[in-house]
């Protein structure tokens, strides 16, 4: 912004601010998807039926909420999907606006085996690669990566200077205990996350297992990165508390409506 102040013999004009008009790009998201047997984790709600309800049902749900909401922001958004097993590959490698694509690469997506280490290297080559062509097209990228392991922090090489693409991560863990260390991997993927982003990425975790906290950090990450706070400053969603023993104190309306934190 720049401060705009009156000019000539009069007095002054009154000083103001203009901001100049920019458009936002459209983007590429390649959905990154954890395979490991940790995605298997039940969530603490069950599908229809009864049948157990795991981090990857959730997780499927949750891109699906997403790309909808997403493309009804801006229908030229695309997205494309991989998988993370000790490295990334490709379950969906083009880019997609169309709905029955996205959710047919969402079935796509299985667990196969026990991964063990996790080497993201792949996955910053892979999106580095994808990140130019979509430069070319006035475009930019982001990587959604959706992990699960909660004892093997992830691993990368990759130089600091290179950051072509966007990094959003999102850990689904257990608790902490003598198995497991999701402190530490989720030190590794800030620490990843720091190292690759071009703009400003956000990293939301939950060891609760409940699905409505995972959707809340999806609808959180519908943000544009060219459009965001850094996340520290992030205060949304906002929580429907009551009102400060001061607001309460003020006279009351017979007619108002009062909303419980309940």
């Known amino acids: 912004m720049e401060g705009v102040e009156?000019?000539?013999?009069?007095?002054?004009?009154?000083?103001?601010?203009?901001l100049q008009p920019t458009r936002l790009a459209s983007e590429d998201i390649l959905f990154c998807v954890d395979v490991d047997n940790e995605s298997l984790v039940e969530m603490k709600v069950a599908a229809a039926g009864g049948r157990p309800y795991t981090r990857l049902d959730s997780i499927k749900q949750a891109i699906l909420l997403f790309v909808n909401a997403k493309l009804t922001i801006n229908p030229?958004?695309?997205f494309a999907f991989a998988a993370l097993g000790k490295s990334a590959s490709w379950v969906c490698k083009e880019f997609t606006s169309?709905?029955?694509s996205v959710v047919s690469a969402c079935r796509g997506i299985a667990v196969d085996s026990p991964c063990g280490h996790?080497?993201?290297t792949q996955l910053f080559r892979v999106a580095a690669h994808e990140a130019k062509k979509t430069r070319a097209q006035n475009r930019i990228l982001r990587v959604?990566?959706?992990y699960c392991r909660s004892s093997i922090p992830p691993?990368?090489?990759?130089?600091a200077t290179q950051k072509l693409f966007t990094l959003d991560v999102v850990y689904l863990h257990d608790k902490p205990g003598p198995d497991n260390c999701p402190q530490k991997v989720y030190d590794a993927l800030v620490e990843a996350l720091e190292h690759v982003s071009e703009y400003e990425g956000y990293i939301f975790e939950s060891g609760q297992g409940l699905t409505r906290v995972l959707f809340r950090h999806m609808?959180?990450?519908l943000s544009h990165?060219?459009?965001r706070c850094v996340q520290d400053d992030l205060d949304i969603p906002k929580s429907l508390t009551k009102k400060s023993a001061t607001s309460d104190s003020a006279p009351t309306d017979e007619n108002a409506v009062v909303v419980s934190s309940q």
């Open 98 to 100: 169309d709905i029955d």
């Open 76 to 78: 030229d958004h695309r």
């Open 219 to 221: 609808c959180t990450l």
């Open 144 to 146: 959604v990566l959706l």
């Open 118 to 120: 996790a080497d993201l």
């Open 225 to 227: 990165p060219q459009q």
């Open 6 to 18: 009156g000019q000539g013999s009069g007095p002054p004009a009154a000083s103001g601010y203009t």
């Open 155 to 159: 691993q990368h090489q990759w130089p």
